[in-house]
């Protein structure tokens, strides 16, 4: 076997160093952004070159009660733990990477049965859900997903960026066209885990290239993308898996003021994915933790696995100094593999809301159309308490309109959440969430988390 990750392990860590972000020239970033935050670590400078290391660190206390009881208990676990670096060669060449430590551990051991379907003109053999017209079946195949951990290492961004006053070109991992949750870093969401919208629909960073144009409030950008580089490859005689998107933001209120910035955030965002020769799509979500139990999962079976989608989504966020809210809709439709395609649609919402009691108001990147992180007034080192942050979310999503089973159905989520972040680059997080899933053919069941992070970053 060929692996995409040995490769990163052995090769990329020569390449070490792009700009904070995907992002334009520095002149446009600081008109675009607010309160930009002192960097958690040196940089080194030399004429038009930079070089700044980069990690983060996030540590997980989680208890989770499911109905069924699966999942039950108390346990503790690193959530990511990143080490990069980012830089420039000039002002206009600029890369970033970012080193995965046990990315892995995400996902508990699992397996995804294939046919072995061979053309009758050309003998080429490939993985499908079903043979199609002209194809012989000649077996399943089945591939295993390991538990992960150890002393695997992958890739979150990976790329090199041409960056010109109000556009760039992006070749490598990265995610510029994701829709708000999803380009808002890990380290600023308002909870530990981001919505189900974001992971059922298979949300996330893939290698490819992509173009990014931009003004101080707005931005568009497209893309044309693969697989991930941290995904395996059996072999290199198929097509691996394709997706062509872009999005497009535009704030326009987008204010400054003493007590901190006015804003509306609009959005809309749009995706198409083929499988290719891969296996197929697979559509899941964990209720709002970082790891356990997913009680929807549609495509645990060789004859429900998407071959092509398309997903649509819409944003909005406001924001009055303290006070903010962002909610985000997705709709996806689909086609199953095989000679008999069939349709299926699914869709998932989110709405945030949160509130400063210490009076502070998220970073706005309106070139990039995401949130970057809150800045202290007053820190514990400078006599202050630090920054508070009070949220709420409701969310659901729906993955009915796809095969039969116990893990097909809906699934709806309530949480809250407070924030504590001390000192710049320190952060404290306490989320409670309870879920209700109503499942298509088996009884519905509950889900209570509870989770605790600490997190750095440099």
């Not at 996030?58 to 109905?67: A, G, K, V």
């Not at 003021?257 to 964990?286: A, C, F, K, Q």
Request: glycine share 12%.
């Amino acid at each position: 076997m060929f692996w995409k990750k040995k490769t990163i392990t052995t090769a990329a860590l020569a390449a070490l160093a792009t700009a904070a972000g995907v992002g334009v020239s520095s002149d446009v970033f600081a008109q675009a952004t607010i309160n930009s935050p002192v960097s958690g670590a040196p940089e080194i400078r030399e004429g038009q070159q930079r070089f700044k290391m980069r990690g983060r660190f996030q540590y997980d206390i989680l208890s989770s009660d499911f109905d069924v009881g699966t999942d039950d208990g108390t346990r503790s676990y690193v959530r990511r733990a990143f080490l990069g670096a980012q830089g420039r060669f000039s002002d206009r060449w600029r890369y970033k990477i970012d080193f995965v430590l046990s990315p892995g551990a995400n996902d508990v051991a699992s397996a995804t049965t294939a046919l072995l379907c061979q053309s009758n003109a050309t003998q080429v053999v490939v993985q499908r859900t079903a043979c199609v017209a002209g194809e012989t079946n000649r077996g399943t195949v089945v591939t295993a997903q390991g538990a992960g951990g150890g002393d695997d290492v992958g890739v979150d961004d990976a790329y090199l960026e041409y960056a010109g006053d109000f556009f760039s070109f992006v070749v490598g991992e990265h995610n510029i066209t994701a829709p708000l949750e999803d380009r808002t870093s890990s380290l600023d969401t308002p909870f530990n885990e981001r919505s189900s919208y974001i992971n059922a629909f298979g949300y996330g960073r893939a290698a490819g290239v992509g173009f990014l144009t931009t003004g101080a409030n707005w931005m568009a950008a497209v893309a044309v993308q693969g697989d991930s580089l941290n995904n395996q490859d059996s072999g290199f005689t198929a097509d691996e898996q394709m997706s062509y998107s872009g999005r497009f933001t535009w704030a326009p209120i987008f204010e400054a003021s003493p007590d901190g910035y006015t804003l509306v955030h609009l959005g809309v965002s749009g995706r198409y994915r083929y499988i290719g020769d891969d296996s197929g799509i697979r559509y899941r979500s964990r209720p709002l933790l970082g790891r356990g139990a997913r009680p929807l999962d549609v495509g645990s079976g060789a004859t429900v696995l998407g071959e092509q989608d398309t997903t649509w989504g819409l944003e909005a966020a406001l924001q009055y100094n303290s006070f903010g809210a962002t909610i985000e809709h997705g709709i996806l439709d689909g086609e199953t593999a095989g000679a008999g395609p069939a349709d299926y649609g699914f869709h998932s919402t989110y709405v945030d809301l949160f509130w400063s009691p210490t009076g502070e108001a998220r970073v706005y990147r309106g070139n990039q159309g995401s949130f970057g992180p809150v800045i202290p007034r007053r820190s514990i080192v400078d006599g202050g308490i630090g920054h508070i942050m009070i949220g709420a979310r409701y969310e659901t999503l729906e993955l009915n309109g796809l095969g039969t089973g116990a893990s097909r159905g809906d699934q709806t989520s309530y949480a809250v959440g407070v924030d504590w972040i001390p000192i710049d680059h320190v952060r404290f997080k306490l989320n409670y969430a309870q879920s209700e899933f109503d499942l298509f053919s088996a009884p519905d069941e509950e889900a209570q988390v509870i989770s605790f992070r600490t997190q750095f970053d440099f």
